[in-house]
């Protein structure tokens, strides 16, 4: 059962702009303490992208900072990763991860984001 449906990576060429989306159920995201992205490229481990918190606060990668922007909707119970001014540096597996005031963690099947020159 997949309990974080990603969608919106894509091949997009450097300087474009991507906006990854993250969706959940009601009853999760009413227990959400952070939600975020993470990213893993090629040989590399999974790195923190940006969270958001329930309260609203955000915290991103210093790669990241300016160029991309996390949001909630909780209306739709979706997190959005809007990524403008893409890198090539910035090809990779996008994971969704929330974590919950219960202590569970979940993790999104993974969206891949390319950046051509």
């Known amino acids: 059962q997949v309990q974080l449906v990603e969608s919106g990576g894509g091949l997009v060429q450097a300087g474009e702009s991507l906006r990854l989306s993250c969706a959940t159920s009601?009853?999760?995201?009413?227990?959400?303490?952070?939600m975020g992205w993470y990213r893993q490229a090629p040989g590399k481990q999974r790195a923190l992208v940006a969270v958001?918190?329930?309260?609203?606060?955000?915290n991103y990668a210093e790669s990241v900072k300016g160029r991309f922007t996390i949001s909630r909707d909780n209306a739709e119970n979706t997190v959005y990763l809007q990524m403008n001014n893409l890198k090539l540096e910035d090809t990779a597996v996008y994971y969704c991860?929330?974590?919950?005031?219960?202590?569970?963690?979940?993790w999104g099947q993974g969206t891949q984001v390319t950046v051509s020159s």
């Open positions: 009601k009853s999760i995201f009413s227990n959400i303490n952070t």
């Open positions: 991860n929330a974590n919950s005031r219960f202590g569970i963690t979940r």
């Open positions: 958001i918190t329930n309260g609203g606060n955000t």
